[in-house]
């Protein structure tokens, strides 16, 4: 069963708008949700994991129980967040990771 | 501290023909993950290794196989190569559990 969605293969913003990835998954227990981000020809890297409640280059993300949400936010865009971005869940053993979301931010 | 290695980066087999991928994690990291990379199914785990013993196991067939030295350094094999397996192939290492980094990836071609 899929454990996590992203919606969105694609996501085109102007620079200096609001972004938001949206990330949904299905899991009886508590998970651990992370972002990941591949910018381009970079290997896959850890953005943020939901734990840390921390923010990353402007990036947050709120675990939203009642919804099963792990959107990512960033409340103006920059070029340099042009990126793949995968959300994934760890439930204790593995990842399940998302499909990925393609953010182009246009200057 | 180095990062994740992977060897070799790019890999050209033939249908039926088997491969042998290798991983080196970070220094100290004894986990070691293996994920096929597609565009239409993104990252799928394949299997994980910590301190050379299969600790837990993707929905991969049989062809596919792994294992881990004493160093942790990791190889995987997948046997009777069929067109589908065709993919990137990535390695992550951790520390602790669910912080992972990632390897540059084996860029696969099956013909």
């Known amino acids: 069963a899929q454990r996590v969605t992203q919606p969105e293969k694609l996501l085109s913003v102007f620079k200096g708008a609001p972004v938001e990835l949206k990330c949904n998954y299905s899991?009886?227990?508590?998970?651990?949700l992370f972002w990941y981000v591949q910018y381009s020809r970079q290997r896959l890297q850890l953005l943020l994991r939901?734990?840390s409640r921390e923010s990353i280059k402007g990036f947050t993300a709120d675990l939203n129980k009642g919804e099963t949400s792990f959107h990512l936010k960033k409340p103006f865009a920059q070029e340099e967040d042009s990126a793949m971005y995968y959300c994934?869940?760890?439930?204790?053993?593995?990842?399940?990771f998302g499909t990925g979301t393609s953010l182009t931010v246009i200057p | 501290k180095a990062g994740v290695t992977q060897t070799p980066r790019y890999l050209i087999k033939t249908r039926g023909q088997q491969v042998t991928l290798s991983c080196s994690p970070i220094?100290?990291?004894?986990?070691v993950s293996w994920y096929q990379q597609t565009p239409g199914q993104g990252l799928q785990f394949l299997f994980e290794?910590?301190?050379?013993?299969?600790?837990n196991k993707g929905n991969f067939p049989g062809r596919f196989s792994g294992r881990q030295f004493s160093n942790s350094r990791s190889e995987m094999n997948v046997s009777t190569l069929e067109l589908g397996d065709s993919a990137l192939y990535l390695c992550?290492?951790?520390?602790?559990?669910?912080?992972?980094?990632f390897g540059p990836g084996t860029r696969l071609t099956v013909t």
């Open positions: 290794y910590f301190s050379e013993t299969q600790r």
């Open positions: 992550a290492s951790s520390l602790e559990p669910g912080e992972q980094y």
């Open positions: 899991y009886s227990g508590s998970p651990e």
């Open positions: 220094s100290g990291h004894r986990s």
């Open positions: 939901h734990i």
């Open positions: 994934a869940l760890f439930d204790g053993n593995q990842f399940y």
